[in-house]
């Protein structure tokens, strides 16, 4: 079998065994925190910290939420992280940004954090301060989750098909994602263009 054809078979098995309920959970709690008028902030890096400033145009403009993305400011980021360090790069923009108990964070990244291996640090002390706050935590990620899906109160884990396009998969599968639930019909405040061109 050639390469693009079993790519693509792995991408219909993954799509299978994404957990329904799990992302009608993840649409109820995004729902609640826009009715609240809590804040969304998403966070990732590499492919994460792409799909994170994809998706603040899309929870923004589709959805109604307000959000940001702390890589959308590299001014900012680099300085951080020049100054105070990886680690703590996102719980300080958090903490200048007054997350509070209305807020939500919302995770993009493959493994979800590992502090026993010190993976996706500025990840993993984001997450702890979120759950000092109240903050809800949403995620979607690959492998077993990490970090992120022990803390979450909603993660969608893309299901690992093949130990070698996990990563792949997993960042491709969350755009699906998060494109499925700014169209759900009780996500939807406003019409995406193509859909309302007759």
């Not at 109820?28 to 009715?35: E, T």
């Not at 680690?87 to 979800?112: A, H, P, Q």
């Not at 109240?134 to 803390?151: H, P, S």
Request: net charge negative.
């Amino acid at each position: 079998m050639s390469y693009v054809k079993n790519y693509l078979n792995e991408v219909h098995q993954v799509t299978e065994g994404l957990d329904i309920q799990c992302i009608e959970r993840m649409v109820q709690g995004l729902v609640a925190l826009r009715q609240r008028e809590g804040r969304l902030f998403f966070l990732g890096v590499g492919g994460g910290a792409g799909n994170a400033a994809h998706a603040v145009n899309d929870f923004r403009k589709i959805a109604g939420i307000e959000c940001y993305t702390p890589t959308d400011n590299v001014s900012e980021l680099s300085a951080r992280i020049n100054d105070e360090g990886w680690e703590t790069v996102f719980v300080n923009w958090l903490k200048g940004s007054r997350l509070d108990s209305k807020d939500g964070i919302f995770v993009f990244s493959v493994g979800g954090g590992n502090p026993e291996k010190n993976i996706s640090a500025n990840i993993v002390e984001a997450l702890k301060y979120a759950k000092i706050v109240g903050a809800k935590i949403f995620g979607i990620v690959g492998r077993d989750g990490g970090y992120t899906a022990r803390v979450a109160d909603v993660c969608v884990i893309i299901p690992t098909v093949n130990p070698e396009t996990v990563t792949t998969h997993t960042e491709a599968f969350q755009a699906v994602v998060w494109h499925l639930v700014v169209s759900h019909p009780q996500m939807k405040v406003s019409e995406m263009k193509w859909e309302s061109v007759r």
